[in-house]
């Protein structure tokens, strides 16, 4: 991921701070005892499990039908991008996949494949 240059402020601290480790680790927990309380960790989901974890309304559908036509997604691409769509929702406590879910879990696939294909993408 390209990471915008910082200010001084922020690089020396008298900045905002962000979210601190303990409560990204305690965001992590949360998402994965979802996952728990489903069944199934999201990275096995497939099939019938995968549908019910991310039903998607007609809007989120559409969005998913213009990704597949425009960037060339095969079926193992799609389910892919619903796991880490899911995992994001998880993430948020939110209980339905939303547009917003989908579009960054899309946005880190094409990151990923950017990567792939030799672009450089800096950390």
Same mark, same amino acid.
């Given at each position: !991921? =390209?990471?915008?240059v910082?200010?001084?402020?922020?690089?020396?601290g008298?900045?905002?701070? /962000? =979210?601190?480790?303990?409560?990204?680790?305690?965001r992590?927990?949360?998402?994965r005892?979802r996952?728990?309380? *489903?069944? !199934?960790?999201?990275?096995?989901?497939s099939?019938?499990?995968?549908?019910?974890?991310?039903?998607?309304?007609?809007?989120?559908?559409?969005?998913?039908?213009?990704? !597949?036509? *425009?960037? /060339?997604?095969s079926?193992?691409?799609?389910?892919?991008?619903?796991r880490l769509a899911?995992t994001l929702?998880?993430?948020?406590?939110?209980e339905?996949?939303?547009?917003s879910?989908? !579009? =960054?879990?899309?946005?880190?696939?094409?990151?990923?494949?950017q990567?792939?294909?030799?672009?450089?993408?800096?950390?």
């Amino acid at each position: !991921m =390209e990471v915008p240059v910082q200010s001084g402020e922020v690089l020396l601290g008298s900045g905002a701070s /962000g =979210e601190s480790s303990a409560r990204v680790r305690a965001r992590v927990l949360d998402a994965r005892a979802r996952q728990e309380a *489903r069944g !199934m960790l999201n990275s096995a989901l497939s099939g019938a499990l995968l549908d019910q974890a991310c039903r998607l309304d007609a809007a989120s559908e559409q969005l998913l039908t213009r990704a !597949m036509e *425009r960037l /060339g997604l095969s079926a193992r691409a799609l389910h892919r991008i619903l796991r880490l769509a899911r995992t994001l929702a998880d993430l948020e406590g939110a209980e339905h996949l939303s547009q917003s879910h989908l !579009m =960054e879990a899309l946005g880190y696939r094409q990151l990923d494949r950017q990567a792939g294909q030799g672009s450089v993408v800096s950390a």
